[in-house]
């Protein structure tokens, strides 16, 4: 319940920090894209102040809808520790986010994955830094959204919906206030993980906004900038996939010293990664309005951000194999009740000092243009947009070890769930004098260079239109057509990072940092060092694209969509109940095609790389229907029913893939992406009850039911026809007859199965019950989903998830958000809290592709107290606050099928934030 309550302030203090206190957007959520610049002029000034007037705004949106819909609404300006819109999004109900170097990063909505959700900006669906389609929304600064909505359940005009609930991202509207407002702020943040290396634990928050218009009301001006440096400081304990009791034909490992059938783990790395990430944003928005028959509004958005950090690993391979220095053997092996390796001492090892650089640059730009015209009774909407991303990256590493022969090591295992697992080297390893450049096992370095491109141009028309008076349920009718072209593309060069002229050496004292403590997992101190001056000075990276394993990684996916809608807006009484929704049907036409290559083992030398461009055209027929009946005493009923549907992911539809013919069997086989992929379907049903208390307090219950008709997911076929890839193949002499047919992996469709769930949500003021609670109050809500749809892993997944089928990535079977607070006289304290139940998270592996991974659950604690100074006063206008976030340090854990079989445990610290604000 404490983390429910913060849910809703975060994010409301996030939306504030573009707003002022003297105004606050709260755009009915049931409203279209098209709709928002009027809503905004007609919104009322809020009165209250604080954290209740963010969740009196926010209860009216979500009173005011005919969808079911979460709501944050600004609130005073600066309050959270968020630096992200998504650690706002992940108090609302319903909602979950995954941590990415310490930060939420993606959000789950109502157990499904990220990638069934879209996210607008002011009614615009937008692009993604990442390789797919969802966003990553640690790239939005908190200061620069006036408020978000989140609809659960769709309707026919919602261009762009997504199929567990759609996320809308709103900017201010100038015209909205009554005269110039703005609003300052700094805040000076720490992480408790302290300095390292070469990287500070301090970084800074800065935010500006204002908010004008001319005297006549028809011209308004807004803008808004965010800068924040957020130190990366994070200690690590990570161990090799896969956990494996036995070979693939089923008989034991070779491990001397480990019981046969036991399973173990070949490698265990500790690391402590250091470095920042600067983020700069801003947004502007222009609105004119010369009379009421036209209103004219511009939104320019634009969002930057540079990481940089540095990994320095000690690492030990425990594994049959050692290079050939020595016989690996286990002495002491403990093994538990479950068959699973804990411990031991892992003798004749040669460990290994590696140094992995990682530098990352996102941009985001949007623009839209929104016209609005009242033409008699009908009101028409113009509205063009254009987004793209670029992402680019440089991932360098280079791999040091004692010389000048090779120095076998003794280390002592102690393999731990729920904590920090411990490797207790023999040897010294502090001494960079004595680490060496130089070809270990691993190779001395490999190096990435991928790269991300996401376009979107839109247009959109529409018009509403008066009901005839003989059809007395309807208010207004709403037509329209959405042109959306989307160009996504992804290169990822690599290659070996070798030794130089000079061949194996040293690196030279001044390109070292100093050194890093690992004390943290039993190993003590370890250098660090410039890895990109290193591999400057020592050694040669020409990284390429064009090798078998490579081809598969670049790629470009076209779509094109065209969505025509009709909705019928409900307004109307059945008996003595006043009932208002919408009915309608959207049409969605889709044309998706990708152009790649792929690397064809049959060709010959020189001829193996080919074009390949492969697509497919559907249309869908989405018809919806929403309700909400006003009952006494102050209580709405909704109902939805709807068809939904969700596009496959990005990386899904790549065309690339790899292909080859089995000489001694004439059979072949292949692996890639699937450009003719059916989009995810649904049927969805949503029942709520909502009793209001006026604008102060609610409680509600929900309960949703989605029928997934279909699923996406990789495995591999036989029978998959590849005529296509043989007509100018003839095989060898000696070879037999080919074959036509062969094993394909690939993302397939497949049958889906029900999701459901139950969201218990209460907003609750205690002076409701007592004028002597005065200023405290509660914000919870508890999600329980469940599902019986079960998918087979990916192949690149089975080694963390096992080989059986697998519950939905990104369902947590229980979600718990709670905040408590306390208000009154410019004194404010809250404590709020995020949990979630264990869940399978999608990372980026090794190899730059999405894999799965067990994900124990998360309890995430933050704190702040402020004081704003009371109108009259000197200081009228600033505030000062003291923040705590990840109070706690939560850790981010893994594990391997079972919790006994870990694979990472990440700490990030926690961050601690002082500041002020200032609003004039």
Known sequence: MLQLKRNLLSVALASAMTLTATGVLAQTADTTPDEQPQQATELDTVVVTGIRRGIESAISVKRESTSIVEAISAEDIGKLPDVSIAESLARLPGLAAQRVAGRAQVISVRGLSPD???????????????????????????????????????????????????????????????????????????????????????????????????????????????????????????????????????????????????????????????GETKRDGIMATLQFRPSNAWTSTLDLFHSEAEQVSTANQFEVHIGNYNGGYGDLAVTNPVVNGNNTFTGGTA??????????????????????????????????????????????????????????????????????????????????????????????????????????????????????????????????????????????????????????????????????????????????????????????????????????????????????????????????????????????????????????????????EGSNIQPIERGKTYTDVLPSMNLAFSLPADQTLRVGLA??????????????????????????????????????????????YEKYFGTKAYVSAAFFYKDLRTYIFTEARDGYDFSDFLVDYVPGPGEPPTQTTGRFTSPFNGEGGTLKGLELTASIPFDLFSETLAGFGIIASAGFNDSDITIPPPPNAQSSVGSENITLPGLSERVYNLTAYYERNGFEARVSQRRRSDYIGEIGNFDGDRTLRYVVGEDITDAQVSYSFPDGHALSGLSVLFQVSNLTNEAYETYAGTKDRPLEYIEWGRTYLLGVNYRF
């Open 116 to 274: 069934f959700s879209t996210t607008l900006l002011n009614g615009r669906e937008m692009v993604s830094t990442g390789d797919n389609r969802s966003v990553e929304f640690d790239q939005y600064p908190s200061e620069l959204v006036s408020g978000v909505t989140v609809y659960k359940t769709p309707d026919a005009s919602l261009v762009g919906q997504g199929l567990s609930g759609t996320i809308d991202m709103q900017t201010v509207r100038p015209l909205s206030f009554d005269g110039p407002v703005g609003a300052i702020g700094f805040r000076g943040q720490r992480n408790s993980l302290g300095a390292a290396a070469d990287a500070s634990a301090y970084g800074e928050r800065i935010n500006a906004s204002y908010i004008t218009q001319n005297q006549a009301r028809t011209f308004g001006f807004s803008i808004g900038y965010s800068h924040s440096t957020t130190p990366i400081q994070e200690n690590q304990v990570g161990l090799y996939e896969p956990w494996k009791d036995r070979n693939d034909d089923g008989t034991p490992l070779y491990r001397p010293g480990v019981p046969d059938f036991t399973y173990y783990s070949d490698g265990i790395k500790a690391l402590r990664r250091t």
């Open 643 to 688: 068809e939904q549907v969700a596009r496959p992911r990005v990386d899904e539809l790549r065309a690339s893939l790899e292909f080859g013919v089995n000489t001694a069997t004439g059979e072949p086989g292949g692996s890639g992406g699937n450009p003719e992929l059916d989009p995810w379907r649904a049927y969805a049903f949503d029942i709520s």
């Open 347 to 604: 003798n004749n090892v040669y460990p290994l000092v590696r140094g992995m650089y990682n530098y990352r640059e996102d941009e985001i730009n949007a623009f839209g243009w929104n016209n609005e015209f009242n033409v008699g009774m009908a009101r028409i909407v113009a509205d063009v947009s254009w987004s793209k991303t670029k992402r680019d990256e440089i991932n360098l590493e280079n791999n040091t070890q004692l010389l000048p022969a090779p120095q076998l090591d003794s280390v002592d295992l102690s393999f731990r769930s729920g904590g920090f697992s411990q490797l207790n080297p023999g040897f010294d390893y502090s001494n960079p004098e004595s680490l060496y450049l130089a070809n270990t096992i691993y190779g001395s370095g490999y190096g990435k260079t991928p790269k991300v491109e996401d376009e979107l141009k839109a247009f959109k028309l529409a018009a509403s239109l008066p009901a005839p008076e003989m059809l007395g349920w309807f208010a207004d009718f709403d037509v329209g057509v959405n042109y959306a072209d989307r160009h996504k593309l992804k290169r990822q060069p690599e290659g070996n990072i070798n030794l130089g002229s000079q061949g194996v050496t040293a690196i030279g004292s001044d390109l070292q940092y100093g050194l890093v403590d690992l004390g943290f997992a039993g190993v003590g101190y370890i250098p660090s060092w410039n890895v990109p001056a290193a591999v400057a000075r020592y050694m040669t990276f020409n990284p390429v694209d064009n090798l078998s394993y490579l081809i598969p990684k670049a790629w470009d996916v076209n779509e094109e969509i065209t969505t025509g809608f009709v909705r019928a807006n409900i307004d109307t009484e059945w008996g003595s109940v006043p009932v208002r929704g919408n009915i309608g049907v959207q049409v969605q036409h889709v044309d998706q095609s990708s152009t790649s290559r792929y690397w064809d083992s049959t060709q010959p």
